[in-house]
């Protein structure tokens, strides 16, 4: 498989593949993050044997000084990814309701937590429905998983992790917000607004459009010009660790497996009135 191949599948690929005698695990982890919740969509209609994850429940912790969307109890994660029936080395293929960003943190969880054969569903659930593929509103009753989570299989950044790679040279630290968000103008979720010092503005529209990815020289030219290179160490961060993981999938496929979450992201970065909060435009680099 090419590296793309290994991340993403695209919805007539993944049909051929369920039509096989031992298919892939599908979980729908549709989400917003206001809104009706995503099991609504899911019983109005899924991809037939997918099983519902909640993104907010089961793969993150509770919310709290840590951020809104922290990394989950590893036991609590293996007990849900088994109920879900995700097995040990079986492929699992994750979906959401198209933007691509509950899929990119539920791709990134796994992956994180040692299961590597996950892909995301390439433009989520519209896709699938786009080609005039099946739906169905029955809940599969999975056999329970076996998977083991092993935490730590990605890389991660905390608060100083995050703070010492954004003043590093080389180094970036990506904020994938909104401009007004990272300039300080407005935040309409967290108490503060502004930045990590030093980081540097690349808003997710700029790499993603509509849960769909360019190809990888394009995502390479783009994060180059944000300053990421062959030689810099990089991570991201949005609002609470959502749409950077969607940031670090882009940085895999344009060929930087080592690119870096800061997790809690800036609920977190706020959480300690302690933190120094930079505004104004995008660092120089």
Partial sequence: MSGTEELLVEADRLAAELDRADPPTLLDVRWRLAGPPGRDDYAAGHLPGAVFVDLDTELCGRP?????????????????????????????????????????????????????????????????????????????????????????????LDAGEAARLAAADPGVLLDVRAA??????????????????????LPAPEYVGDGRFPAAEALRERFAAAGVT??????????????????????????????????????NWVADPARPVATGGTPGR
């Fill in 230 to 267: 062959d030689a810099a160490p990089v991570g991201a961060y949005c609002g609470s660790g959502v749409t950077a993981a969607q940031a670090v999938l882009a940085l895999h496929l344009a060929g930087r497996p080592d690119a870096a979450l800061y997790v809690g992201s800036w609920s």
């Fill in 64 to 156: 709290g000084a840590a951020g809104r969307h922290p990394l989950p109890d590893p036991a609590a994660l293996q007990s849900a990814l088994r109920a879900a029936g995700v097995r040990a080395g079986h492929p699992v293929v994750v979906y959401d309701g198209g933007d691509g960003m509950a899929a990119a943190r539920a791709w990134w969880t796994l992956r994180w937590a040692g299961h590597r054969p996950v892909r995301v569903l390439h433009g989520g659930f519209p896709a699938w429905v786009a080609a005039g593929l099946p739906t169905s509103t029955e809940p599969p009753t999975p056999a329970p998983g076996d998977v083991t989570v092993a935490p730590g299989a990605l890389p991660v």
């Fill in 180 to 201: 007004p968000r990272y300039r300080g103008e407005t935040e309409p979720i967290d108490p503060v607004a502004g930045h990590v010092p030093g980081a540097v503005n």
